[in-house]
């Protein structure tokens, strides 16, 4: 997924025109990955296997539209699951630090696209692949550290970069949209990564 950067941004420029909000993490830019994904998923399974998934990139807009109402139903159950994890961090009616709760909702919302991803893939696969998109999500769930990691590899070296290119330190802005890039980048190589180890498992 990393050799073809061109492709990823001809993605992100056709996502960005149908999405006001320009953050890293926003919902376009994370349909841009998710197709990015699905386009890479041929390569590596078996013929029979890649001939249904060949196009899929394609479709997914039209999936992700379908599904809106799903996707918005998971991030509001994933909010209720943030509310506690503030309340057991901050005690009852602290206020909560924004950057940490903007991280949590930003980890919600990219794990709810995420099941999206895997119950597009599950259906092209066939009946004979039922259960596939649970099994790759609890995959992703028992390695949730691996993923921290790799996000974090991810930002530092986007910042390495940026600050290597423009020649002074990265700013608390530059720093966030890093982060967000980083996040939405990592969910999206986990999503492929998860479908893979399930694939084998099935």
């Given at each position: 997924?990393?050799?073809?950067?061109?492709?990823?941004?001809?993605?992100?420029?056709?996502?960005?025109?149908?999405?006001?909000?320009?953050?890293?993490?926003?919902?376009?830019?994370?349909?841009?990955?998710?197709?990015?994904?699905?386009?890479?998923?041929?390569?590596?399974?078996?013929p029979d296997l890649a001939a249904r998934v060949e196009g899929m990139a394609d479709d997914l807009d039209a999936w992700f539209e379908a599904e809106r109402e799903?996707?918005?139903?998971?991030?509001?159950?994933?909010?209720?699951?943030?509310?506690?994890?503030?309340?057991?961090?901050?005690?009852?009616?602290?206020?909560?630090?924004?950057?940490?709760?903007?991280?949590?909702?930003?980890?919600?919302?990219?794990?709810?696209?995420?099941?999206?991803?895997?119950?597009?893939?599950?259906?092209?696969?066939?009946?004979?692949?039922?259960?596939?998109?649970?099994?790759?999500?609890?995959?992703?769930?028992?390695?949730?550290?691996?993923?921290?990691?790799?996000?974090?590899?991810?930002?530092?070296?986007?910042?390495?970069?940026?600050?290597?290119?423009?020649?002074?330190?990265?700013?608390?802005?530059?720093?966030?949209?890093?982060?967000?890039?980083a996040a939405v980048t990592g969910y999206a190589r986990r999503a492929v990564e998860a479908a893979a180890h399930a694939l084998q498992d099935a």
């Amino acid at each position: 997924m990393q050799a073809h950067p061109d492709r990823l941004r001809e993605l992100l420029a056709e996502e960005d025109a149908l999405d006001a909000d320009t953050q890293a993490a926003a919902d376009s830019a994370v349909r841009a990955h998710l197709r990015f994904a699905a386009e890479a998923l041929p390569v590596g399974l078996r013929p029979d296997l890649a001939a249904r998934v060949e196009g899929m990139a394609d479709d997914l807009d039209a999936w992700f539209e379908a599904e809106r109402e799903v996707l918005e139903r998971e991030v509001e159950l994933g909010r209720g699951a943030i509310a506690l994890e503030e309340h057991l961090l901050y005690g009852a009616g602290a206020d909560t630090e924004p950057v940490i709760h903007a991280a949590l909702e930003r980890r919600v919302r990219l794990g709810a696209w995420n099941r999206l991803f895997l119950r597009c893939l599950e259906s092209r696969l066939g009946p004979g692949h039922d259960g596939l998109a649970e099994a790759a999500l609890q995959w992703s769930k028992d390695n949730e550290r691996d993923l921290a990691a790799v996000i974090l590899q991810v930002h530092h070296r986007q910042i390495t970069a940026l600050e290597a290119a423009t020649g002074h330190p990265a700013t608390a802005d530059e720093r966030d949209q890093s982060s967000q890039a980083a996040a939405v980048t990592g969910y999206a190589r986990r999503a492929v990564e998860a479908a893979a180890h399930a694939l084998q498992d099935a």
